[in-house]
């Protein structure tokens, strides 16, 4: 789980929970000065708790087992007139009680179960629309492998035209294996990063969206930017020499986040500080084992020429390549309109 989105995550918890608290008190102060009766009965049941714990200290173990049984009912008897009191002012039985946003987990966003405790279901809910929205990534409600539509893909083979004996079909199909079993494993070490190519329109942006769609689900941190904005971002953050906190936290990103995807490679402006800093994204990932997917239109020989043999190399030998083929899908659902 992200642990800086849990961090802040957190925080807000923990002042939603102390806000509940503070606003059951107030509201218990404000019965106290409206209800002099409920106080009568407060002041009462202190006492008798009080009597209680005397009881406890001194006589045999039956006196002490007879008197606290009669104490408890005398307890009983008070919160049944402090109920009485409450209905008689249309009050609710829980109106002095915290009104938590998550009955579960009562706002500290961990639950029990059994000796062990874990992260509530809404918490970790939460997690996943920050990081949605955080990088972007709203249209994954959208495209991921639930609604991956293979009507868009020929079943023709056309080794002329595709450069293979697959047919347009067969190939997203094994892709989409690959994406599915890459998500699967991400923490397993032998598991490779992934390379899309192919050109535009060919399902490349949609698989990598279904990819991250998963990854954030199944709890793991994703960071998806286009290959120009991410290296200005880098640029940027570098030429502030990191005193900007917004943008040392976006640098930093970079390289801690579980899955990082890199869409569209090949279309930054070219520089030799942003080849560096591709092999350093690149290079700092695969020494952390952070997975990592590049998505680009150029083929491997396009690669080869723009980026250097240090680039080029890590992608050769720590990348599954995946060559997308076909008609343009965008186009086709144009027509289909």
Do not use: W
């Amino acid at each position: 789980m992200n642990s800086y989105i849990s961090k802040y995550l957190q925080r807000e918890y923990d002042l939603k929970r102390q806000r509940a608290i503070s606003e059951a008190e107030a509201r218990k102060n404000g019965l106290l000065n409206r209800l002099p009766k409920y106080g009568e009965l407060l002041t009462k049941k202190n006492t008798v708790a009080i009597d209680m714990a005397k009881t406890m200290l001194k006589g045999t173990d039956i006196d002490k087992q007879i008197a606290e049984d009669n104490l408890k009912i005398k307890l009983m008897e008070i919160d049944k007139q402090i109920e009485a009191l409450f209905v008689s002012e249309g009050l609710p039985k829980d109106y002095l009680y915290p009104k938590f946003e998550c009955s579960k987990c009562e706002d500290t966003g961990f639950i029990k179960l059994g000796n062990k405790e874990s992260r509530c279901p809404c918490f970790t809910q939460k997690v996943v629309n920050i990081t949605y929205k955080q990088n972007n990534m709203l249209r994954l409600e959208d495209e991921n492998f639930n609604t991956f539509d293979i009507a868009y893909f020929s079943n023709k083979a056309d080794k002329e035209k595709y450069q293979s004996d697959k047919s347009p079909l067969q190939n997203i199909e094994e892709i989409k294996k690959v994406a599915i079993s890459f998500v699967d494993n991400m923490t397993n070490p032998c598991q490779k990063n992934l390379l899309f190519t192919g050109r535009a329109g060919t399902g490349k942006t949609f698989m990598s969206s279904a990819i991250a769609h998963s990854a954030v689900n199944k709890g793991y941190s994703v960071l998806y930017q286009t290959a120009p904005l991410l290296m200005d971002m880098i640029i940027e953050a570098k030429f502030s020499g990191y005193k900007d906190e917004t943008k040392k936290e976006q640098y930093n990103r970079v390289f801690d986040v579980d899955l990082l995807i890199i869409d569209d490679l090949g279309t930054e402006t070219l520089s030799n500080s942003k080849f560096t800093e591709l092999f350093n994204i690149i290079n700092t990932r695969l020494l952390k084992d952070k997975k990592t997917i590049i998505s680009t239109n150029l083929t491997l020989q396009d690669l080869a020429v723009q980026y250097d043999d240090r680039v080029m190399s890590r992608l050769i030998g720590n990348y599954t390549i995946c060559r997308f083929f076909g008609d343009d899908i965008r186009l086709k659902k144009k027509r289909m309109c």
